[in-house]
């Protein structure tokens, strides 16, 4: 797999029948290893192990509804109230990231109301603040540390 603009983090693999497969230590299963995969487990670790969200905090890959369409977000972190702190939209490294990619994820914000966003492709992270107040967002330098 291509490296990504992200530390080095450990993952284990299972090869099986010309599949690659990789541990998600949030879903504790193997799951396929496809691009956008590879980026989601890069970010979820970024999370864990720089930004030391723990493990608990975090959800991969869940049903959301969107009006009258069912979706599935990357990942999300709750804070410590059960609230929903930082969504995630994961890309394909060759996906370049583009407004259509904020627009996906302001859609899924509308329902799960984050305080962050992180929008990633694995080369390139963008980091928002929501300002519910003023409905606009703030464009950051990264995600806080969680510090709670």
């Not at 029948?17 to 230590?25: A, G, K």
């Not at 192990?49 to 990357?74: F, S």
Request: net charge positive; aromatic share 14%; glycine share 2%.
């Amino acid at each position: 797999m291509q490296v990504l603009n992200y530390p080095a983090y450990s993952f284990r693999f299972k090869s099986s029948e010309n599949t690659v497969s990789i541990f998600d230590v949030i879903r504790k299963k193997f799951v396929i290893l496809q691009p956008e995969e590879w980026v989601r487990q890069h970010a979820i670790h970024y999370l864990m192990e720089t930004k030391g969200y723990p493990k608990i905090r975090i959800n991969v890959e869940k049903q959301l509804q969107v009006n009258e369409l069912k979706k599935r977000y990357d990942i999300i972190v709750f804070n410590p109230q059960g609230e929903v702190d930082i969504l995630v939209e994961c890309k394909a490294p060759d996906v370049t990231i583009s407004q259509e990619a904020f627009d996906q994820i302001a859609r899924y914000n509308y329902k799960l109301k984050a305080n962050y966003l992180m929008v990633t492709n694995g080369l390139t992270h963008y980091y928002c603040k929501t300002d519910y107040r003023n409905e606009k967002y703030s464009f950051l330098k990264d995600i806080p540390d969680f510090r709670r």
